[in-house]
């Protein structure tokens, strides 16, 4: 029993729900491997967090309530919501809808009140039994944020009109005519009300909410047709954070007309998710030094000092990222992405663990496990139909033994073993012939060479050298040599052995 745990910056993120693969397991594997996973004792104890914390093919956002105690989520295939409650760790109930949700927000503390946007330019109001009502907008829309003082339904799209649907009153209001093209983002500073449009040219316009005018603007950024595709308000109604298309994220003051901090998520895809993690909010950052940005592409969710720059953690889904939603007052991350599991992350320095969930703190020091993984795959082998034919098993095509995947199929490791072993008989003699070949070379290297550095210049005398030096160490090595060679022989290749010395050793004469 285990969690899975990485390490950027020096900074643990432990996943405590969701597994590794990016996308759903064929369901011929999924069988069989569910049922030799039912012996499996790490398996049986291992951890999930939420159960049934997942959808059948991908999750598209996800956020949790005002009182903290439950999550809502849509995916698809089919589309359909999903609610779970953290009391019980487990999913209260799912709606099936007509059509794939864009955006949605949450309208009462709880989860009995919602407002959803759909992709065929339907809002849907939803209660706690069923969807409530239904009203559809001039345009397909791309973002949508609740107005609580007065009721509005704000949503952007398509067209330079932000339409505004009344909930108190039952109708549509007068729209609020932007400069742009198109609203990307919709988002109300939680401050002071002030409405902030995401353009689709690159810039950002600020209404205010009393006269419904545009009282303020941000010029389009520097990237050439860069999009505006992300924003957030922090919670002091001052700070701005911009996200483009281009992957760049530029942090604002309201009361200024130029970034003081521009970050790139270094992948050049646009920006989905932007966040302010403040130091004091419910316990959370305890010693951080610093308010934090989280920003996330489909590639990665990145952590930053919103002052300095400096990055605190990075996490890289295995799956593309479609939303993430940070547990208030924690350091517990929900994240919905392309996949059939949603993930979860634990990082510890970044906050306490949510009190439904206070086990977190003991399991990520017990249960840390740092085994390497193993792909559900490593029991099959995966071969191409020319493959087959030169293994003589052209003729199981068809049969339940072969499992058609994309260009080929998968055959199962001991049949491919067995049949390889009977295609060539002579495989294993020449890999054991190979193997010896290469011990045998790096033996050869193994072996201590004398190497005798000679110096840039006079090479030709270094070698004379040397060699009158070598020759006064072999001569008269033994007795027999002594009686050979006469007197004055050995004078001789001595006072020739002495001078080589001498020079050789000279400090000018070094290399």
């Known amino acids: 029993m285990g969690l899975s745990s990485t390490s950027a910056n020096n900074v643990k993120v432990y996943t405590v729900s969701g597994s590794s693969l990016s996308r759903k397991l064929p369901d011929w594997l999924a069988r069989r491997k569910r049922r030799e996973l039912q012996k499996d ?68 503390d709880d989860w009995t009140k919602s407002v959803h946007l759909q992709t065929n330019r339907a809002v849907e109001f939803h209660n706690e039994g069923q969807m409530h ?16 003082p007065s009721c509005d339904v704000l949503v952007g799209g398509a067209g330079n009109e932000v339409f505004r649907v009344n909930i108190d009153q039952g109708r549509f209001m007068t729209p609020m005519a932007t400069q742009g093209r198109g609203v990307n983002v919709v988002r109300i500073n939680p401050a002071h009300q002030l409405f902030g449009f995401g ?13 419904r005018t545009c009282i303020g603007s941000l010029a389009p950024h520097a990237d050439d047709g860069a999009e505006t595709s992300a924003l957030a308000f922090r919670q002091d109604g001052l700070g701005a954070a911009v996200g483009t298309s281009a992957g760049h994220v530029l942090l ?11 970050k790139d998520q270094r992948f050049g895809l646009p920006v989905r998710v932007l966040d302010w993690l403040e130091p004091t909010s419910g316990g959370a ?64 320095q970044l906050g306490p663990a949510p009190r439904w969930a206070s086990f977190l703190e003991n399991l990520t020091e017990e249960m840390e496990s740092s085994a390497q993984q193993h792909s559900v795959y490593d029991d099959y082998k995966f071969v191409t139909r020319r493959e087959l034919e030169a293994l003589g098993l052209a003729h199981l095509v068809g049969s339940n033994v072969l499992k058609p995947y994309m260009h080929g199929f998968f055959v199962d490791l001991r049949l491919y073993e067995r049949a390889k072993a009977i295609a060539n008989p002579f495989a294993y003699e020449e890999y054991r012939l190979r193997r010896v070949q290469e011990k045998l070379a790096e033996a ?57 010395t001498a020079v050789l050793g000279d400090d000018r004469f070094k290399a």
């Open 133 to 148: 009502y239904r009203v559809r907008i001039p345009r397909f829309g791309r973002s949508l944020a609740y107005h609580s």
């Open 199 to 211: 353009m689709e040219d690159g810039g950002v316009e600020f209404w205010d909410p009393r006269v």
């Open 41 to 108: 004792i790490e398996w049986t104890s291992r951890v999930e967090l939420l159960q049934d914390f997942e959808f059948p093919e991908a999750s598209l956002k996800i956020k949790t309530t005002a009182d903290g105690n439950f999550c809502m989520a849509t995916g698809v295939y089919k589309p359909q919501i999903r609610v779970f409650e953290f009391s019980d760790l487990s999913m209260k109930f799912d709606r099936h809808t007509d059509s794939e949700n864009v955006d949605f927000q949450i309208l009462s």
């Open 252 to 262: 604002y003051d309201l009361r200024q007309a130029r970034p003081w901090q521009i």
């Open 285 to 348: 950052h305890i010693e951080a030094p610093e308010a934090r940005v989280l920003s996330a592409d489909a590639r990665s969710i990145k952590l930053w000092g919103a002052t300095s720059g400096k990055p605190f953690t990075a996490i890289e889904p295995a799956a593309a990222v479609n939303d993430v939603c940070v547990v208030p007052g924690s350091g517990l991350l929900l994240v919905a992405g392309e996949a059939a599991e949603m993930q979860s992350y634990f990082v510890p």
């Open 444 to 500: 050869r290297e193994s072996r201590i060479r004398a190497t005798t550095k000679l110096p840039k210049v006079n090479r030709a005398l270094a070698q004379r050298l040397l060699k009158l030096q070598k020759g006064s160490e072999s001569a008269g090595a033994t007795a027999d040599d002594e009686k050979r060679l006469g007197g004055r022989q050995r004078k001789k290749a001595k006072a020739a052995a002495d001078t080589a």
